[in-house]
């Protein structure tokens, strides 16, 4: 039975541009809400973006905040939903990919899927990590150094990946749970401090 306060107080980046897979975005936002964290829609620009359902249009999400407002040292993790475009776009972003970089040096949980990786290869992290992503880009985090898996969910330190849409259960309940660590880590040390 999951608690649904298990992530209270926490607050997730969602980095997301136009053409975002839609399933991606919605259902581990949902999950994440659902366990009482809070989200803020991180993109480049405002107003709102594009959702996809593989390559048909599908609905429109308001930005929380624009990239060049956001301070990643106000978040305790991170959400990188894929769509080929949307990825595409986002990996060449520098504010992104800064964003990306700090939250990794902070050992903020990061969950990732499809082509999500792309931003993570461009920010330089993937070196030395055992992630998954759709099959399309394997070569791409494996010449970047990565180490990947044909699995429905990876999980490598502080980062939780999959592969597709049809994996979302099984990255859902990992990425509840790597948060859930991360943030139980967090609250202990505050207490001791």
Not at 32 to 58: F, M, R, W, Y
Not at 79 to 104: K, M, S, T
Request: proline residues 5%.
């Amino acid at each position: 039975m999951r608690q649904t306060n298990l992530l209270e107080g926490m607050r997730v980046a969602i980095l997301a541009g136009d053409d975002v897979e839609q399933s991606e975005l919605v259902e581990p936002k949902k999950a994440l809400e659902s366990a009482g964290a809070t989200t803020a829609l991180v993109s480049p620009h405002a107003g709102s973006i594009q959702g996809v359902n593989h390559d048909e249009k599908a609905d429109t999400f308001p930005v929380d905040i624009t990239l060049d407002q956001a301070d990643p040292d106000e978040f305790d993790g991170m959400l990188l939903p894929g769509g080929a475009l949307n990825a595409d776009a986002l990996r060449v972003e520098p504010r992104a990919q800064a964003f990306a970089r700090r939250i990794d040096e902070q050992n903020k949980p990061i969950a990732v899927i499809c082509h999500g990786p792309w931003l993570l290869i461009s920010a330089g992290l993937v070196h030395g990590r055992t992630l998954t992503s759709y099959q399309t880009i394997q070569d791409d985090l494996r010449n970047a150094g990565g180490h990947w898996l044909n699995l429905e969910v990876v999980c490598d330190g502080n980062w939780v990946s999959s592969r597709s849409p049809r994996d979302l259960p099984a990255f859902n309940r990992e990425m509840l749970a790597r948060f859930a660590a991360y943030y139980a880590e967090r609250q202990d040390a505050g207490t001791a401090a």
